[in-house]
């Protein structure tokens, strides 16, 4: 299928500043989105923690970027992983996400994180982190949303993390959440989802320090 988010005959996303270059586009997205995510870390979007508030946090980050910001997407995507040797994580069918979210969400409100250890918290908490970033909801975007979101919902109840740990391993936290997503329906169950849970813990575990 033809992906209607990218210039013909391009890999770059289409976009509101009308840059064609992908790297290009890459950097000017990382300067907007760091600006919009410390714009968020210091006055946060007020919500429920539900579907609505995940879309609106991705349309805070992405709104000067992307006309479809805070958006679902509406194909179907693959991104090869170095994680998995060239291999996809399978992605939510674009009919299901809404339904996939919100399924996740629910189970993380139905947790009385307050009764946990912290071993317990950071196994748990990661699982669902992987869940839902499995979804991967939008067309771009998803990894910075998902982990802001996830660390506002860890500091709402009670087990905030050291933000500046994913900031600063950006790309060991990409490849964690790819090691701990790695179910296939044809290969069956690769995942590894230790590194997510020992990093989850460890941010915890700094945050209490």
Known sequence: ??????????????????????????????????????????????????????????FQFFQDIYDWAGKIRIINI????????????????VFDIVRHVESVLSKMKSVSWNSFSIDDKAITFSGHMAEL??????????????????????????FPLNRDLF??????????????????KDLGDKRKPEFLENFIKDAIQRKQV
């Open 1 to 58: 299928m033809k992906d209607p988010y990218l210039y013909p005959n391009s890999d770059t996303l289409k976009n509101l500043l009308g840059v064609t270059n992908e790297n290009d586009l890459n950097h000017i997205e990382a300067d907007y989105t760091s600006l919009r995510i410390k714009e968020h870390l210091d006055t946060p979007i007020s919500g429920f923690f539900d579907f609505d508030h995940l879309c609106r946090m991705h």
């Open 78 to 93: 693959e991104k090869p992983e170095d994680a998995l040797s060239g291999l996809s994580v399978e992605y939510t069918d």
């Open 133 to 158: 970033w499995k979804v991967h909801p939008f067309r771009e975007g998803n990894t910075r949303t998902i982990v802001t979101f996830c660390c506002d919902y860890a500091y709402e109840h009670g």
């Open 167 to 184: 900031k600063d391993n950006s790309v060991y936290v990409r490849r964690a959440l790819v090691a701990a997503s790695a179910y296939f």
